[in-house]
């Protein structure tokens, strides 16, 4: 008998969790009908950069040709920029395609990928999708633990990955604690690092993640266009890594996988530090303010080196920000990502902030309310 499609898959691609994306905000207006904000996937509340946006105009008019499958003009500008070799950057589909290439040319069946508890789920995702073992060490402190994660490597273990400012809890690790890590780490082990959110980190000892790679060549480090550039929509990001780790992963990439829109975008985003400099004063502002205010409210919000917050607030997390959406204001329950009484909650405009604070003060006071009602 021919067996089913589905029991052709393998075993271990069948068992894997579904990413669970932000609800769009145009889902919510329209199931609600109500005027909403979204405060829930880590977006640049000031829009893209205006000078991107301009060079997408001027792009449009050759929307008709394939664009440079080999990403030259953006892969020699982000060389220059990071002084390091073109052959040394890669050009993917955001830090997600870069994230599941890294395993798909390191792993397979008896081998290990080893992350975190409580971090970016396309870290496990990618290790599981490709046969290998999954482990995971817990957090400290909602930190990645390097300490605890060299202690869990063995001779099986291919690929490290680690993200640092982490998401979803915003903290960060520094310089001297990446070294340590690394001087740990056999030279036959790729640690991909993932700094996403590095254009928002203040901590002064921040890794010096470049000059690292430099000198040890099993050092994949991820960058992204989707957050402080604000170009989430066009996917685009980019891995600096060692030339034969890039030039496996680009045999595997599919052809043209980056569009001739979001290379434009890119190159020109690059030299807008206008809009850089003003998204990451704004955030810096603003994620003050949410934090102060928060803590005025009785929560506990963990610091962050991001563009959002998370705050463990109970049990009733879900409920809670079920009632927001209903109050308008889209924020990221967690529990999908190990975390069943946390939320997160994106740094938005003063507007947004303003609208999301006075949201949470009627859902908090309600309850904190009702909680006293029951104990009398």
């Not at 060490?137 to 869990?152: G, H, I, N, S």
């Not at 400099?277 to 502002?285: A, D, F, P, V």
Request: some cysteine; overall charge negative.
């Amino acid at each position: 008998m021919t067996p089913a499609l589905e029991e052709l898959i393998p075993e271990f691609i069948r068992g894997l969790p579904v990413y669970i994306p932000g609800k769009p905000i145009e889902e919510v207006e329209r199931e609600l009908n109500i005027h909403a904000i979204k405060l829930a996937s880590n977006e640049n509340p000031l829009g893209p950069s205006p000078m991107a946006m301009e060079a997408v105009r001027a792009a449009l008019a050759e929307s008709h040709r394939y664009p440079d499958g080999g990403t030259c003009r953006l892969r020699e500008k982000l060389a220059k920029r990071h002084g390091v070799k073109p052959e040394e950057i890669f050009i993917g589909l955001g830090s997600s395609e870069i994230i599941d290439l890294a395993a798909r040319i390191l792993l397979t069946r008896g081998l290990t990928g080893l992350t975190s508890e409580g971090s970016y789920a396309p870290f496990s995702i990618a290790i599981r999708a490709n046969g290998a073992n999954l482990k995971r060490v817990p957090l400290r402190e909602f930190t990645f633990d390097l300490k605890a994660m060299a202690e869990a490597l063995t001779p099986h273990t291919h690929v490290v990955y680690l993200a640092n400012p982490n998401n979803p809890t915003g903290t960060a690790f520094g310089n001297d604690e990446l070294e340590e890590f690394l001087s740990r780490v056999a030279d036959d082990v790729l640690v991909v690092l993932d700094e996403a959110y590095i254009h928002y980190a203040e901590r002064a000892d921040m890794p010096r993640s470049v000059e690292i790679f430099r000198e040890r060549k099993n050092l994949l480090i991820l960058r992204t266009f989707s957050k402080v550039y604000g170009l989430a929509g066009l996917r685009l990001g980019y891995g600096i890594g060692p030339e034969v780790i890039v030039a496996a992963m680009n045999k595997l990439r599919t052809p043209f996988n980056v569009s001739g829109l979001s290379q434009a975008a890119a190159i020109a985003a690059l030299d807008d530090e206008q809009h850089v400099r003003r998204s990451i004063e704004t955030n810096r502002t603003e994620r003050k303010r949410l934090c102060t205010e928060l803590s005025a409210l009785g929560l506990r919000p963990v610091p962050s080196h991001t563009n959002f917050i998370f705050m463990e607030i109970g049990p009733e997390a879900s409920a809670i920000s079920e009632e927001l959406l209903h109050e308008g204001v889209i924020v990221r329950p967690l529990g999908w990502m190990g975390f069943p009484e946390a939320v997160r909650v994106s740094v938005g405009t003063a507007e947004e902030n303003e609208k999301f604070l006075a949201a949470m003060d009627r859902v908090w006071s309600k309850r904190a309310g009702k909680s006293e009602l029951t104990t009398r």
